[in-house]
């Protein structure tokens, strides 16, 4: 059976108050589905075909078959799902026509990103080149790129983030891989849109947390879960003062829909809220205060302060939303609620 937390999430989404009629019967392509954000996607389509009868045909295109096998296993026998294995660096191997097009696909987690800058910036950019090729070639509706908080650059102040500002991003840092990698696809896509006239929407997410991350996968939440679990303390590698924004997955998806289907084409659109706002410190005492089992302990180490992780992060990265909150999206889950359904995913007890 399905994680309850997904099917009580996927289900929560798609009872939003959106046009969603304008999807049913279409076919959608989501590149880089192994991805926990891009998961979602699919199975929010999927869950509109069960409650809604909506006929949605989902392509997962991932590019390892053992991981998407394990991870979409409750849908390998549906009809209205098929998986599209293979790099999203070649032409996509698709001859059925599509619809809609979510181009998700790139490397996870600061660390694997700074261990394969070639593939970075390459799974970004000729992903994105063969995702909208494919969708110039098809009766496209709706191009949804996923793009990063991470284009910004550095910014000379702590303002927060809107749309039409850009910092200082140094190309010739290896470490920027990602960062160009993304403002070259946004580039791409609004090139097609302004030549080909394709219906292409862009989203830049800030903290997003939720289900799905391995234990392993390095972002901030994931790394404290992990050691809720495994230590049954949450260590800082830093002092803890760096500010976030951090947003359940739920209304991130939710927001991103909103843009697809309410926003205009050949823009960005910030994916954050500024409620949620938090310190490192402030969400490891969250999610450390939100245990029910365990009197979990927060705790600094000084010698980890070197890693790339905490040498390669700005000290406040915090968001915009008013662009996003004209299209009538409202964040539902604040960061306690939030991270506490992730920890339920993961299996800690946590405080009614």
Sequence with gaps: MMNRIISEDALDIIEEDLPFDRLYGKTV??????????????HMFLALNQYKDAKIRVLALCRNRERAEKRFSEYLDRDDFRLVIQDV????????????LIHAASPAGIKKRHEDPVNTFLANVKGAENMLELARKNPCEYFLFLSSVDVYGRMENADRLRENMSGHLDPLDVRNAYSCGKRAAETLCRTYQAKYGLPVFIVRPFQIIGPGPALDDGRLHIDFISQIIEKGKIVLKSDGTAVRTFLYITDAVKA????????KPGEAYNIVSEDGEASVKELADLMAANTADRNIEVVFDDTQRNTIEVTGALSVVT????????????????VSEGSSRMMEYYGIKVKS
Excluded: C, Q
Excluded at 319 to 330: A, C, I, Q
């Design 29 to 42: 392509l989501i590149s880089g589905a192994n991805g926990y954000v891009p998961a979602y996607f699919v």
């Design 89 to 100: 660096r070649e032409p996509i191997a698709v001859s059925e026509e599509v619809h809609i």
């Design 256 to 263: 991103m829909l909103y843009v697809m289907l309410k926003g």
């Design 319 to 334: 968001g915009d939303s008013s662009k996003l909150r004209t299209l009538g999206w409202k964040r539902r889950y604040s």
